[in-house]
């Protein structure tokens, strides 16, 4: 924990942990936020998801792109203009009546325009510290991620369900903008000059790290998504044994980031944690208790964090400065869809087979984010001999 509490004494990097978790806390707010506000005006959860489908479709489409422009327009220009932008979508949103389509339009405008603050922060990390604390730096990161995940739901719902869902919107662009002011604020974002990428659009994509951190990402994230859709199936909407869960989830993950997540690892680490969330999710398909589900999703979240922070130290390590802003979206891309479809598969098999069909499909994603890594780990030995014969 000392080498923790030694990163946040580093000039900057405090001011930068808290401003930016502060900018990206309505990441875990907005689509709760929708879904309560939208469900409440058309008495519909499908014209919810439509409208949440093109909020995350808008944002997984924007991430590589934001993230590119950074690069050629100013990081402080983007995160600007993209802020304003989804800040406006939002109080439109919570106050102007429209027909559905015009909710769905609004939604895609708001995730086109989320701020890339991941992204940029992510690409900031190795100008903050010097590389042997880089990937102590990341698992920091990582962890520290979980909160936006345990304390935005908890804050959105509270506020949406005890005042309005028009007040819980407004909480949600209000602290956009606080948080994002805060961060483009701070003068280490207008120290840090990123470059500009001089490759074609996606060409990074071809690096090997990039691709397995978007891939494994996006294998995991929705596995966690299958996860979420199966506890609430199994205890209930709203309920507080499903919350409880969850958080549990969250709070191993967390736990696991600051113990394991600086730690050394390669490929083969990472498809060890994704084995620790397949586990988990099987676990859970054995078991119908409270007490049991609990133990079997908390050890699920276990590898989640130090697996992120794997990731991120990979796209460090491998990819130059000029490509790391547009690396950071794509893996973000990655999560955004997996978290999509995830949802969506474990929803069909939810309806045919009860909980038990969601965690399944958990751990099938979970399997397959075990396996991509070994592939890589494969792949490059078979480079490697090929390289000695030549």
């Not at 609004?106 to 100008?127: D, E, H, N």
């Not at 598969?345 to 969601?358: E, K, M, P, R």
């Not at 965690?359 to 991509?372: E, G, P, Q, S």
Request: hydrophobic content about 55%; overall charge positive; proline content about 4%.
């Amino acid at each position: 924990m000392n080498s923790y509490w030694g990163l946040l004494k580093t000039k900057g990097v405090a001011r930068i942990m808290a401003s930016q978790l502060t900018a990206r806390l309505p990441s875990g707010m907005i689509a709760l936020g929708l879904l309560i506000h939208v469900e409440g005006i058309f008495h519909s959860y499908g014209s919810a998801g439509l409208v949440l489908a093109a909020t995350s479709i808008g944002q997984a489409i924007a991430g590589p792109i934001t993230s590119r422009l950074m690069g050629r327009l100013g990081a402080r220009r983007v995160l600007i203009a993209t802020t304003l932008v989804c800040a406006l979508s939002l109080v439109w949103l919570a106050l102007v009546h429209m027909p559905l389509w015009g909710y769905i339009a609004v939604g895609f405008l708001g995730g086109f325009s989320f701020p890339p603050v991941q992204p940029a922060v992510r690409t900031m990390y190795p100008k903050l510290v010097e590389p042997a604390r880089l990937p102590r730096l990341f698992s920091l990161d990582a962890s520290a991620q979980e909160l936006i995940w345990v304390g935005g739901p908890l804050v959105i719902t509270l506020v949406a369900m005890q005042i309005s869902s028009v007040a819980g919107l407004l909480l949600c662009a209000s602290l956009l903008v606080v948080g994002g002011a805060w961060f483009i604020a701070s003068p280490e974002l207008g120290e840090v000059k990123f470059a500009t990428s001089t490759g074609r659009f996606g060409a990074v994509l071809g690096r090997g790290a990039v691709l397995l951190a978007v891939v494994t990402g996006f294998l995991m994230i929705g596995s966690t998504a299958a996860i979420e859709a199966a506890v609430v199936q199994r205890f209930g909407e709203g309920g507080l044994r499903a919350g409880l869960i969850l958080g549990a989830m969250s709070l191993a993950s967390l736990v696991a980031g600051f113990l394991f997540g600086h730690r050394e690892g390669g490929r083969a680490v990472l498809s060890l944690w994704m084995c620790t969330l397949m586990a988990g999710s099987l676990a859970a398909t054995m078991v119908q208790s409270f007490p049991g589900t609990l133990i079997a999703i908390g050890f699920a979240g276990l590898g989640m964090a130090p697996a992120l922070a794997i990731m991120f130290s990979l796209i460090s390590s491998r990819v130059q400065f000029s490509e790391s802003a547009e690396a950071y979206g794509w893996a973000n891309t990655g999560q955004l869809v997996g978290a999509a479809i995830g949802s969506a598969v474990a929803g069909f098999l939810i309806d045919a087979h009860g909980s038990n069909g969601g965690f399944l499909t958990a751990a099938m994603f979970a399997l397959l984010a075990a396996i991509v890594p070994l592939g890589f780990v494969q792949l490059q030995e078979v480079r490697g001999r090929r390289r000695r014969r030549a």
